[in-house]
Nanobody, 125 residues
Framework: VQLVESGGGLVQTGGSLTLSCAAS????????IGWFRQAPGKEREGVSY????????DYADSVKDRFTISTDNAKSTVYLKMNSLKPEDTALYYC???????????????????WGRGTQVTVSS
């Protein structure tokens, strides 16, 4: 199983970025993929997740109506489309996953079992 993030970069306030997570070994209906982020000096916080069972999604309040999570038909890549970016969105963004009977909760990063190495998003003011 492997998670590889890409798509981070430097963008101005109000701009957009789309992050990608290449997820190998997580195509089961009972799997879930999420995005977390961590800014320097801050705790890791949940951003969004998608469950492959029914396609349910959830978002942190801070990104609702600005970020959209989606997956391709093969469930091999999960995307995080980020619009109207703000300087406070600056962080290292991690792709994460749970296999089998996932606990779909963004409030606790330790519930998520598998992690990528992260991709940096920097929003300039």
């Amino acid at each position: 199983v492997q998670l590889v993030e890409s798509g981070g970069g430097l963008v101005q306030t109000g701009g957009s970025l789309t992050l990608s997570c290449a997820a190998s070994g997580f195509t089961g209906d009972d799997d879930a993929i999420g995005w977390f982020r961590q800014a320097p000096g801050k705790e890791r916080e949940g951003v969004s997740y998608i469950s492959f069972k029914g396609g349910s999604t959830d978002y942190a309040d801070s990104v609702k109506d600005r970020f959209t999570i989606s997956t391709d038909n093969a469930k091999s890549t999960v995307y995080l489309k980020m619009n109207s970016l703000k300087p406070e969105d600056t962080a290292l963004y991690y792709c994460t996953a749970q296999k089998g009977d996932p606990v779909l909760y963004l409030g606790s990063w330790y519930l998520w079992d598998y992690w990528g190495r992260g991709t940096q998003v920097t929003v300039s003011s």
